[in-house]
């Protein structure tokens, strides 16, 4: 499970002055649900994820994923996640198998083990027609789907989801959705970032959100409905963001 | 530090490497490409353009403001064509002949030729014609003493001969090594520049790098993986220089002239003193050089941003290596042990020793020893840098 215990981080830049892009931070994720983190373009998702990944350090405060504390175990913790950033980052000159490869050999999987699961993963996200295929000629659904597999390749009983769905077709965002609700169904501890209200509705059993590094308010839909009074996902984060819907 | 993982990220590197177009232009093709093609340039146009000034020189239009007799009709007699002109510096200048000679009256009269030094045939006219003038001077003193009864053999009382005796093995480690060190190291560093900033910057430019960073691979794992195949396509560089130059000037030995400042040349270059010893020991040199070079490399590069700037950042680190390199030539400069403690001039000292066969294995152990050690600085300053998120995720 993920365990965020008032979780900071400052950024001093010459020009901007002092930044508190995440300021006291507190939330858990409990095994086999998903936890959704939801805010404005700024507002901190991706910095708290980064924390939780181990790429950034805290300011203050900590977290534990699955029992490994993020300031003082940052190996343990990576071995414990799967994480899928906003950008994708995916090797240009590289094909998906030869990427998943590379990412079960830095995972310290064993060649045959890894290749079985190679396979499972490319069928699991129908990525067979497009295996061999270069980075650099691939579709923006093909690398989100590349970027998955690699996520889920050794596993992981946490996963870090940083806008999987951004910018994809229906379809290509449906099997993407498909293999987090495997995760869930298997038992996985999943933290979802996405700026799209029905799927965060759809997807998770909790839902989060932060503006300007603060986090305003944690629940299920039904908790956020009454505590708001708004039915939809989008009337409540507009609400809870001092906004009005159109 | 995990073997396994590190040889991971190593292959990883080398298989983007060869499919980088960039770095297979800066480690392959320019090493492969550019010497033969130079002394392709070198050996066949060159002489061309020598030869065809030669030739035009021989029947070339001169003017000729003279009144010694004798001096006109012999440069007549040696195919010049001699035309009228007033003014002989303009007529020069502006090419109506290829050179003027003009007598200054006196005791004795001064013959002064004029040619214009950035015309190859002007040059090679006033170069013919003071042959001329001399050997038409020497046979009116030879006449002038057979006249007076005296023999000529008395302006040559004695002659006088310099003889080389460092042998062409040497003569040859001593063109060679003044020239390959420069080059070997320099070219380390442009061979070695695309990958580390395709590994570095480009790899923050891409956005790969998050990915990676969370992946249970340690930091210092993944610099290691990566300086190593930064330092590979640096030594891959450096090999395939030395290839290139030797397999382009044994294939035109014959055709170099006047490399060494002597009339064999073209042997002396043609036999360059690479035996499998020296191979060994250069080799042994360069690799604590490569390491070096990709480390320090792979630091700044990882300050970058952009591929563009990692560039900028880069790129006046070629004119770095070669002051040192070129610290070697300054007149005067004692070549102390402490000396050799200076990066890449020691290397390039160490290669120059090597081929002429005369290496001090002291100077030879500093070398190694010291870049050694400063190749493990560069490593531990790369290290703790790819471990500081202010440069890892700057913006």
């Not at chain 1, 799209?196 to 509705?201: L, Q, R």
């Not at chain 1, 809870?240 to 159109?246: D, E, Q, S, V």
């Not at chain 2, 001399?134 to 007076?148: G, M, P, T």
């Not at chain 2, 691979?217 to 993986?225: H, P, Q, Y």
Request: charge should be positive; include cysteine; charged fraction near 20%.
């Amino acid at each position: 499970m993920i365990h965020v215990d008032n979780l900071s981080k400052t950024f001093r830049d010459p020009k901007r002055g002092i930044h508190h892009a995440v300021d006291g931070v507190s939330f858990e994720v409990r095994p086999g649900e998903v936890f959704g983190l939801l805010g404005p373009n700024g507002a901190g998702k991706t910095t708290t994820l980064r924390m939780l990944a181990t790429l950034l350090t805290p300011s203050s405060g900590t977290a534990t994923l699955n029992g490994f504390d993020i300031v003082r175990e940052p190996g343990k913790v990576r071995e414990q996640i799967g994480f899928l950033s906003g950008d994708m980052g995916l090797y240009h000159r590289l094909t998906p198998r030869e990427t998943l490869h590379f990412f079960s050999k830095l995972n310290c999987m064993e060649p045959g083990p890894a290749s079985k699961r190679i396979a499972e993963l490319l069928t699991m996200l129908d990525m067979n027609s497009f295996a061999d295929v270069r980075g650099d000629k691939l579709s923006t659904g093909m690398k989100q789907k590349t970027a998955i597999a690699r996520a889920l390749l050794h596993d992981p009983p946490v996963l870090i989801l940083d806008e999987p769905t951004s910018g994809l077709d229906v379809p290509t965002a449906r099997t993407i959705e498909s293999a987090v609700m495997a995760a869930k169904r298997a038992g996985k501890c999943v933290l979802y970032s996405t700026h799209v209200m029905e799927e965060a509705e759809y997807l998770c059993d909790r839902i989060g959100v932060i503006s300007s590094g603060k986090l305003k308010t944690v629940g299920t839909m039904g908790e956020l409905r009454a505590a708001t009074g708004k039915e939809r996902l989008r009337e409540i984060f507009l609400d809870l963001l001092g906004l009005t819907a159109a | 530090m995990r073997p396994f993982i590190v040889k991971a990220i190593f292959q990883r590197e080398m298989l983007d490497m060869v499919r980088d177009r960039r770095a297979l232009i800066s480690m392959v093709v320019v090493p492969l490409f550019v010497f033969p093609l130079l002394i392709s340039v070198m050996t066949r146009i060159i002489p061309r353009i020598q030869e065809k000034s030669q030739t035009e020189a021989k029947s070339a239009s001169i003017a000729v403001h003279v009144t010694t007799p004798g001096l006109r009709p012999a440069l007549e007699q040696a195919g010049m064509k001699v035309v009228e002109a007033d003014d002989l510096k303009a007529a020069v200048l502006n090419k109506t002949v290829s050179a003027g000679v003009e007598e200054t009256p006196g005791t004795p009269p001064a013959i002064q030729i004029y040619m214009d030094n950035a015309n190859t045939t002007s040059t090679a006219t006033g170069d013919r014609i003071r042959e001329v003038l001399l050997d038409a001077r020497n046979k009116q003193v030879r006449e002038s003493l057979k006249s007076s009864g005296l023999d000529p053999q008395i302006l040559t009382p004695y002659t006088v001969v310099r003889t080389n005796i460092a042998g062409d093995k040497k003569m040859s480690g001593a063109a060679w090594g003044s020239m390959l060190g420069y080059v070997l190291l320099l070219l380390m560093f442009t061979g070695g520049m695309y990958p580390v900033i395709d590994m570095t910057a480009g790899e923050k430019e891409r956005k790969t790098i998050e990915a990676f960073l969370a992946s249970p691979a340690r930091r210092s794992e993944i610099v290691l993986g990566k300086t190593l195949a930064a330092a590979i396509a640096t030594l891959a560089t450096a090999a395939l220089t030395l290839g290139s130059l030797v397999y382009s000037v044994k294939n035109n030995a014959s055709k170099l002239q006047g490399g060494a400042g002597s009339a064999n040349a073209g042997q002396i270059m043609g036999t360059i003193p690479l035996d499998a010893h020296s191979l060994a020991l250069i080799t042994a040199a360069l690799v604590p050089m490569a390491l070096f070079a990709a480390s320090v490399m792979f630091a700044i590069a990882l300050i970058a941003r952009s591929y563009k700037e990692a560039q900028t950042y880069l790129m006046p680190l070629v004119f770095v290596v070669i002051f040192p390199a070129l610290l070697g030539g300054l007149p005067g400069l004692e070549f102390s042990h402490a000396l050799y403690l200076i990066p890449i001039f020691n290397t390039s000292q160490i290669i120059h020793g090597v081929l002429l066969g005369d290496v001090n294995m002291v100077n030879y152990g500093i070398t190694l020893a010291a870049n050694l050690v400063y190749a493990g600085i560069a490593f531990f300053l790369a290290t703790r840098m790819f471990q500081d998120e202010r440069v890892l995720f700057r913006s």
